[in-house]
């Protein structure tokens, strides 16, 4: 049996990591606390002192996860990668209403990598496409991969007449129904591709270590376009390694599975991860929509091992492309997290699958702390005795005038330096490995990443509203269900931008008149969240516009994997020929 990754070093990870944001909340309370005893405490002080010790610990976990992932990993384990004794393993492809010549593009670049690498896996297309034109539409444009059939990749598809559980549902009726086919499943979304040396990796992983149940990749985002989806797609590649290797030095063995772009045991899957309905109507019964992060707590319950390993290459999906389509499909996950306090009592529960359903809880309650944090503040200020409560902006500079000045000075660097520090210091660590060469050289990187400092902080403000009013409608009751995604859309004009964000902008003005009449003080203070509000709608407008720059470059920019190049391909091929005329229907499993 392999051994578990980073074994020792685990627990010790969780102390500092935990201590650490422990310590960053106690300070920062400490500091605000003792600036509101200068001037006289009240119940707004008290309030505001819970705030920011939460808000602060939240910045401070995450900080501490990039520090964490600074230094490289261990190298991967040497394994036999042979393709003539791959066991029965079956890719399954959930498919809902999705763009069927993509959906046929992506499948044909994947058999094309499983080919090269002669891997004898099936593919398995499990679609809940329920709309009669989209369904006709679906099976003519996948009948050609049912028409070419070959010894090592068949091709099989089934579409469910019983949509329920949705996508958790999908992959559990094939579990029960066909499972028994299979060893592993490789369970990827729609817009998921994956290189066959990468699932050659994943297979012999499982294959090496009988107790590890589901091996989840770091999946890299490809071919964003917009402002928003390339700052994203940099983001995800430039920062989010480094706080997946610090994700992969805390997991243990309760590590977490994203619902897609994963290989799984089907015993261990047959075995724990039938999901329950919750009891009660939606938005906290009815369906589980965050399924992924339960079904990896019942694996650990049931006595298997759950890995993430950020080393693993060759993963790849598609990402939003413009503020809204991220907001919607947040919307989503805001309810199926907040879902999970119905779960943090379930019997048999390893402690640390207890504690990353606390993770995702928090995920969207500390947004609703921000804005609560602002408010008082500012109710704070009003009753005050001391009307500079909070320090007039002149007043900072050259000198500080009082003992409280400069206490609330140092809680605003202190806060911004939890924000900064982690990406600067995860700039110094790709200058330094060399890996900026990637992302076009140190220069080019080092403007990339202080684009994407300057644009993170001005959509945060608008993230931070609709995050808020999320938890406000699922705590109201209000189901927000399982909206489509929207893949491959883009560009936004100013009217549909408007009409998304014109209550955002309107509360934004409406704050800052509110703020100016009653505590002017404030007003410099709170134009970093105030500005982006009242300019909502063309944030959301420009940020979907394409940008060609290289600004926000990514190595897949200078070297497109070959799946990617294959996919790419086979898209623009299939959109010319614009005939789904042909065919036969696929066999059903």
Known sequence: MQRHLWPHATRRSRIVAIGFALACAVAAAATLAQAGLNSGFDIWDVMAVALIALTTAWLAWGAAQAFLGLAALEPMPALPLGSTDIPATA?????????????YARLVAMRHSMQAQALPVDFIVLSDTHDPAALKLERLALAPLFSETTALNRFFYRNRKDRHGRKAG????????SGGA??????????????????????ARMQADPGLGLLQTLPQIFGASS???????????????????????LQGRAGPFWGHNAIVRVRALAQCCALPELSGPAPFGGTILSHDYVEAALLVRGGW??????????SYEE??????????????????????????????????????????????????????????????????????????AYQLFPVFPDDKTFQIVVL????????????????????????????????????????EILLTAMIAPLMLMYQGRAVFEVFAGKDGGWPATARGEGRLSFGQSWRAGRWISLFGIGATALIYAVAPDLMLWLLPVSVPMA????????????????????PHDLHVPPVIQTYRAALAQTSAEKDLSYGTFPRSV
């Not at 999908?170 to 129904?177: S, Y």
């Not at 091992?305 to 060759?314: A, C, L, Q, S």
Request: net charge positive; charged share 15%.
């Open 91 to 103: 890719i399954l492809v959930p498919v809902c209403n999705e763009n069927p010549v993509e959906l």
């Open 170 to 177: 999908n992959v559990e009726d094939f579990i029960r129904n």
């Open 182 to 203: 299979y060893e592993y499943v490789v369970i990827l979304d729609a817009d998921s591709l994956m290189e066959g040396k990468t699932i050659q990796h994943l297979v």
């Open 227 to 249: 402002m928003f989806g390339r700052a994203m797609q940099f983001a995800a590649s430039f920062h989010s390694a480094v706080f997946a290797r610090g994700l992969a030095r």
């Open 305 to 314: 091992r759950v890995e993430m390993d950020p080393r693993i290459g060759g």
């Open 319 to 392: 990402g939003p492309d413009n503020v809204l389509a991220h907001a919607r499909r947040d919307r989503r996950w805001c309810q199926g997290n907040l879902q999970h306090i119905r779960l943090l009592a379930a019997p048999g529960l390893h402690g640390w699958s207890r504690f990353v359903f606390v993770q995702g809880i928090l995920a969207y309650l500390v947004s609703v702390a921000w804005g609560a944090f602002l408010v008082v503040s500012l109710l704070a200020t009003a009753t005050n005795s001391n009307p500079n409560y909070f320090p007039n």
């Open 412 to 451: 605003a660097f202190g806060i911004g330096g939890l924000l900064l520090l982690p990406k600067i210091a995860i700039y110094i660590e790709a200058v330094a490995v060399g890996r900026a060469s990637g992302y076009g050289g140190a220069l080019t990187a080092l403007k990339s990443v202080g684009a």
């Open 535 to 554: 300019v909502a709608p063309a944030l959301i407008a420009i940020t979907s516009r394409p940008l060609k720059s290289s600004v926000f470059s990514s």
